[in-house]
């Protein structure tokens, strides 16, 4: 039984947290002892299987220590990895990736990293960058959610990494769109870089011909209060609805005439991915580093925008709004990505590179 070991900072509600939830439930088997360790924050937001351990190191970081907290960290993270002895590791996000390169060190597991965002643009952070370039190349495997992400890096770790794309989550509901309201919503982190400033800016022109239409917004972070005030200076506020972050998301957007995904950068969205599942008939940029691409075939299952494109998005939600038909025959082939991103196919997919992995 090979003993996995998924790293990231927490289970907070977020695409790389959802991911690591379903693997790790769902691996565990016969044939896989699963554990998570968490390293920044003890929170869990997504159910795991009781079969599953959960390890948190955070309230062993002792900040008056002389130490800084990063290298305690560190040195717990080397800890767990020692005493727990798994066969592979698998970090998710930059930080996790970079703590585990430098913990793992002259150990004998294996360790796969996964970038889970646009790696021109995250992280930030300069230094966090040249760290990256230099610990990197100490990973045994790379697991990449679009091949433009693979291909930011170089020869070696390409020749060493695999795409997987991200799961559908089971038991999604069915969309009707004969039900829909005249209802347009979205879902993610209300930060920078989604831009939702651009969908408010295009919904308030909307509202111009379509002035019987709301917009949800599902989500919360650090532009909460701006996106609000910027929807009182629109004077949209009565039909902008900020739905905050809720447990049955998907019913709560079952009746949605359209979702909107307006992000200036991505990596794998779960919102869109889930949205196409249920049906709904959905819009998004067409943001690096490539992944609402891999999902949408433009004007088939969905429609693909140019980044910040207000015009282009403007025009989309008339379509859509106007055209019963076309909206139909979006939903009906949007629906195909729950066969082709099923759990089911992805577990295989990382079964198989496991097998690779292993070898090295």
Not at 146 to 174: C, E, W, Y
Request: net charge positive.
């Amino acid at each position: 039984m090979l003993k996995i070991l998924f790293v990231i900072p927490s289970l907070t509600f977020g695409g790389a947290e959802r991911v690591i939830s379903l693997l790790a439930n769902n691996l565990q088997s016969k044939k896989y002892k699963i554990s998570i360790l968490l390293i920044s924050n003890c929170r869990q937001e997504y159910k795991i299987n009781r079969n599953v351990q959960v390890i948190n190191i955070e309230d062993k970081i002792h900040k008056k220590l002389f130490l800084p907290s990063w290298i305690q960290r560190i040195g717990k993270i080397r800890t767990v990895f020692k005493t727990t002895k798994p066969d592979i590791i698998v970090s998710f996000l930059v930080t996790s990736n970079i703590y585990s390169c430098v913990a793992n060190l002259f150990l004998n597991s294996k360790l796969i990293i996964s970038e889970r965002n646009d790696p021109h643009k995250e992280p930030k952070s300069i230094i966090k960058r040249m760290v990256r370039k230099l610990v990197y190349p100490m990973a045994q495997g790379f697991v990449f959610q679009t091949s433009d992400a693979m291909h930011f890096f170089n020869r070696k770790i390409q020749n060493k990494g695999v795409v997987i794309p991200n799961p559908v989550i089971d038991n999604l509901p069915i969309y009707d769109i004969r039900l829909s309201k005249n209802k347009i919503v979205t879902i993610g982190r209300l930060e920078k870089q989604k831009n939702q400033i651009l969908l408010l800016e295009a919904f308030h022109k909307f509202l111009q011909i379509f002035p019987d239409y709301s917009l949800h917004v599902f989500g919360n972070g650090s532009l909460s209060s701006s996106l609000k005030e910027k929807c009182n200076e629109l004077r949209i506020n009565e039909n902008v609805i900020f739905e905050g972050v809720v447990d049955d998301v998907h019913s709560k957007i079952l009746d949605a005439k359209m979702f909107i995904l307006t992000s200036d950068y991505e990596g794998m969205p779960n919102s869109l991915i889930e949205s196409m599942a249920i049906g709904i008939p959905s819009i998004s940029t067409d943001s690096p580093i490539g992944g609402p691409k891999m999902l949408i075939t433009n004007e088939f299952n969905g429609i693909l925008i140019p980044v910040k494109d207000k015009n282009k998005l403007i025009s989309s939600m008339t379509k859509l709004a106007n055209d019963f038909d076309y909206c139909k025959f979006l939903s009906e082939n949007a629906k195909n990505i729950r066969k082709i991103h099923s759990l089911e196919n992805i577990i295989l997919l990382y079964d198989k590179y496991f097998k690779v992995v292993i070898e090295r």
